[in-house]
């Protein structure tokens, strides 16, 4: 059983930043690819970034130039920073692998608000 548990948002002003967590139950070698991805209210949920095992990165037009996505294989942890947050980036917010994600790995999600 994978579990995988994102921590870190909060409520921030349009311009502030913040730094995403998702801390995995496995080896992080298990996965190839790590990903983040959110669910606006009312929209569907949509791939974010995502980080494969030699460290190649892929972000979705809407984020990029402001969101980072970066793993450390040594804490089985993935982190999403965002920059330049904007009030379209309110969402929840989770992580799964990529770039196709796997049903029961989804966690509680954290809840990303940005005030504009």
């Known amino acids: 059983q994978v579990q995988l548990v994102e921590s870190g948002g909060d409520l921030v002003q349009a311009g502030g930043s913040l730094r995403l967590s998702c801390a995995i139950s496995?080896?992080?070698?298990?996965?190839?690819?790590m990903a983040w991805y959110r669910q606006a209210p009312g929209k569907e949920r949509e791939s974010v970034a995502r980080?494969?095992?030699?460290?190649?990165?892929n972000y979705a037009v809407s984020v990029k130039g402001r969101f980072s996505i970066s793993r450390d294989n040594t804490k089985n942890m993935v982190y999403l920073q965002m920059n330049r947050l904007k009030p379209e980036d309110t969402a929840v917010y989770y992580c799964?692998?990529?770039?196709?994600?796997?049903?029961?790995?989804w966690g509680q999600g954290t809840q990303v608000t940005v005030s504009s």
């Open positions: 980080i494969s095992l030699d460290g190649n990165t």
């Open positions: 496995r080896n992080i070698f298990t996965f190839n690819t």
């Open positions: 799964n692998v990529g770039p196709l994600p796997v049903r029961n790995y």
